[in-house]
């Protein structure tokens, strides 16, 4: 087990990672705590927090909307939940950020913790307080930046955790040691099997290593000014991807951070041996490294996403494994670009 602290003006988290979640849970009154957890991880892990109200928010991203928000407020005032209750968000990426909102709207905000529960949530999705919903497709359109008091990392809970999305949790971990941390991506260019294989230490440590690496930046930029638009390393592309292809996030992301990384060798700035280690560790957690994907059509979904500006995209790009740079690209440079690589 593994306690760290996030400390920045949206609050204060103490986020534990490993250990024993009915300990964490102890620590809340169950007469004044509400769990709004994910569909699938009821199914498996409601005994967890069988002493507290529980209500389902669904799972998938449709769950993460204003509309399911609405019918939630609605649950809170049947249930009378005033500012002395806690909610608690429990699952994956979806019921966090869903929660997060919640209880940072209802009533203007009252206390709330996670109990995050997928590899990728774990990682990232649970640690740096941005809590929203998507709007009529385009994601995280609504949102607040509001730390949860507490986050529990449940490392036991992935043992149900369907392999696939357990992968994808990878991308995030590969990321942090490819934009910020060069000794880390060493190690897990030693350790990655042992971790892909669930080895409770090794993955303890992995995680432990991201949420560091994650909270070092939010503290240093909590609303995303300057050094925290380098965690987007790989994930302009990932939203083109996901949104054209329908391909799962963490897959996206490591399609995109391959591309990222071939752009930044192309453009001069990386050296072609360093672009190819990111390729091959990525290789080695069975996440996707290549796919045909059509120039024009990516680039067009690009131009909607939200890092983009007048007529160029901000994109983040290594100089190095380990350093992050914000590189702006015309719309029609990066198609011709594209057009290369492909
Ligand atoms: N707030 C942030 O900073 C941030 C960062 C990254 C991603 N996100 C968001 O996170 C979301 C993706 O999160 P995710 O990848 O965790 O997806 P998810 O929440 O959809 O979980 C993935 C799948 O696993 C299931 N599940 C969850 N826990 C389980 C368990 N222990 N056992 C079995 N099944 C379980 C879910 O029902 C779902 O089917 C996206 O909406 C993304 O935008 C937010
Ligand atoms: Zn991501």
Do not use: C
């Given at each position: 087990?593994?306690?760290?602290?996030?400390?920045?003006?949206?609050?204060?988290?103490?986020?534990?990672?490993?250990?024993?979640?009915r300990k964490f849970l102890q620590g809340f009154d169950p007469a004044r705590t509400l769990v709004l957890a994910d569909e699938n991880l009821l199914t498996y892990h409601r005994k967890k927090f069988?002493?507290?109200?529980?209500?389902?928010?669904?799972?998938?991203?449709?769950?993460k909307s204003m509309t399911r928000a609405i019918e939630l407020y609605h649950k809170l005032l049947e249930l009378e939940v005033d500012?002395?209750?806690?909610?608690?968000?429990?699952?994956?990426?979806?019921?966090?950020?869903?929660?997060?909102?919640?209880?940072?709207?209802?009533?203007?905000?009252?206390?709330?913790?996670?109990?995050?529960?997928?590899?990728?949530?774990?990682?990232?999705a649970s640690i740096g307080g941005k809590n929203g919903v998507n709007l009529d497709g385009f994601k995280n359109m609504i949102g607040v930046i509001n730390q949860p008091a507490q986050v529990f990392c449940d490392i036991d809970s992935l043992s149900s955790l369907p392999e696939r999305e357990f992968l994808?949790?990878?991308?995030?971990?590969?990321?942090?040691?490819?934009?910020?941390?060069?000794?880390?991506?060493?190690?897990?260019?030693?350790?990655?099997?042992?971790?892909?294989?669930?080895?409770?230490?090794?993955?303890?440590?992995?995680?432990?290593?991201?949420?560091?690496?994650?909270?070092?930046?939010?503290?240093?930029?909590?609303?995303?000014?300057?050094?925290?638009?380098?965690?987007?390393?790989?994930?302009?592309?990932?939203h083109g991807f996901e949104k054209l292809y329908k391909i799962p996030h963490g897959e996206a992301v490591s399609l995109g951070m391959v591309l990222a990384a071939k752009l930044s060798v192309k453009l001069g700035l990386l050296e072609a041996e360093k672009a190819e280690r990111i390729e091959k560790l990525l290789i080695r957690c069975s996440l996707p490294v290549s796919f045909k994907w059509e120039v024009e059509?990516?680039?067009?979904?690009?131009?909607?996403?939200?890092?983009?500006?007048?007529?160029?995209?901000?994109?983040?790009?290594?100089?190095?494994?380990?350093?992050?740079?914000?590189?702006?690209?015309?719309?029609?440079?990066?198609?011709?670009?594209?057009h290369d690589l492909r």
């Open positions: 087990m593994n306690t760290l602290e996030l400390v920045s003006k949206g609050g204060a988290s103490i986020i534990i990672i490993g250990g024993d979640s069988d002493s507290f109200n529980i209500i389902s928010i669904g799972a998938g991203e449709q769950a500012r002395s209750w806690t909610l608690i968000g429990a699952g994956g990426g979806i019921a966090t950020d869903l929660s997060g909102f919640i209880a940072s709207t209802y009533l203007r905000g009252i206390s709330f913790a996670f109990v995050s529960t997928t590899l990728l949530g774990q990682v990232d994808a949790g990878f991308a995030e971990i590969v990321k942090y040691g490819a934009i910020r941390d060069p000794e880390f991506f060493e190690y897990l260019e030693r350790n990655i099997e042992s971790g892909i294989k669930r080895d409770a230490k090794v993955l303890e440590y992995m995680i432990s290593r991201s949420v560091k690496n994650k909270i070092e930046v939010v503290q240093a930029d909590e609303r995303e000014l300057g050094e925290r638009k380098t965690l987007n390393f790989g994930h302009t592309f990932a059509v990516l680039a067009e979904a690009m131009k909607k996403d939200k890092k983009r500006s007048g007529g160029s995209i901000s994109f983040i790009l290594l100089k190095d494994i380990g350093k992050a740079v914000i590189h702006k690209l015309e719309v029609q440079t990066l198609k011709t670009v594209l």
